[in-house]
């Protein structure tokens, strides 16, 4: 059962133009919503996370935006590079838990020069 | 260097065999994990410890067996591998009271032939 739902699968975005992706999760529980970026051959590494109780994050050219009541959250990637090119996996999970990870199934980024 | 290590980075090998990968970590983190990567990018949860006691068993054949013979340590051995248990496995860890805060390693890319 997936718990966390992400679009689109692939996405290919010219350099210097804006990437955006989405996630919708289901259960109303999660309170932590991390961004991962997947390069080949290497681990997740955490991005940017948000918490709902706002409506969006900012981090340099990474933004969080959150809509609780539409249970969605996306990433924007503002002024994209080609060294952004990787996969690009949301999350939710429960703070008070014992840390499990709902991951989406990922999205792969390609930015063109 | 500061991180989560894991060993080896390759395994292959062949079907029936019993393997063991072995993960480390020195950022002083309470909290360990183990995810599956499948070969469409999938990551899911498997297994957690928490200052070596289980904490989260997703439904994972018997035949995988963690093991944390310390709070900085995380093994996991697989018995009788099968075709379907080739994947990237990853471990991860979290800071005291910070559990959603994951921290992955390199990962280990198994190839049961």
């Known amino acids: 059962q997936q718990q966390v739902k992400q679009s689109p699968q692939s996405l290919i975005v010219q350099k210097g133009g804006i990437s955006i992706i989405n996630c919708a999760y289901e259960?109303?529980?999660?309170?932590?919503f991390p961004w991962y970026q997947q390069f080949p051959g290497k681990g997740p590494a955490l991005l940017i996370a948000?918490?709902?109780?706002?409506s969006e994050k900012k981090e340099g050219r990474f933004t969080i935006s959150f809509n609780k009541s539409a249970k969605q959250f996306s990433l924007h990637i503002m002024d994209s590079q080609p060294g952004d090119s990787a996969t690009y996996f949301c999350a939710a999970s429960l703070r008070s838990g014992p840390g499990a990870l709902n991951f989406g199934k990922g999205t792969s980024l390609l930015v063109t020069p | 260097d500061t991180a989560v290590s894991q060993t080896p980075k390759y395994l292959v090998t062949q079907m029936g065999n019993d393997k063991s990968i072995k993960c480390e970590q020195n950022l002083g983190h309470d909290t360990m994990y183990w995810y599956k990567q499948d070969s469409k990018k999938f990551l899911k949860i498997m297994f957690s410890y928490n200052n070596k006691e289980l904490i989260i068993n997703e439904t994972v054949p018997n035949r995988f067996s963690p093991k944390s013979p310390d709070k900085a340590h995380l093994n996991l051995h697989i018995n009788s591998l099968e075709l379907g248990d080739s994947a990237v496995y990853f471990c991860?860890?979290?800071?005291?009271?910070?559990?959603?805060?994951?921290?992955f390693g390199p990962g280990t890319r198994l190839l049961v032939l």
């Open positions: 991860a860890s979290s800071p005291p009271g910070r559990r959603e805060t994951q921290y």
């Open positions: 259960n109303t529980a999660f309170d932590y």
């Open positions: 948000i918490r709902p109780d706002v």
